[in-house]
């Protein structure tokens, strides 16, 4: 399973949920879903503007995981 990394790279770069809200563009309950996982899908342009603020790179937003059945 694919997952975002954002919570953990939040925390790497001393940043909060908040910041992230009032820099990325996004109402706070998507922001909110992003970082815990609750989200489908994610678009290009989320991706990139996530990269930009967190200083990462697409490979460090995501992270794969084995999902238990």
Known sequence: MVKLNVSELLT???KTKY???K???MSYQ???RIINNETK???FETIESLCI???C???ELF???TKKK
């Open 12 to 14: 790497k770069r001393g």
């Open 19 to 21: 910041w992230l809200y």
């Open 23 to 25: 820099n990325l563009g």
């Open 30 to 32: 998507n922001v909110n």
């Open 41 to 43: 899908s994610i678009s």
């Open 53 to 55: 603020l967190l200083e």
């Open 57 to 59: 790179t697409p490979g």
């Open 63 to 65: 992270k794969m995981t």
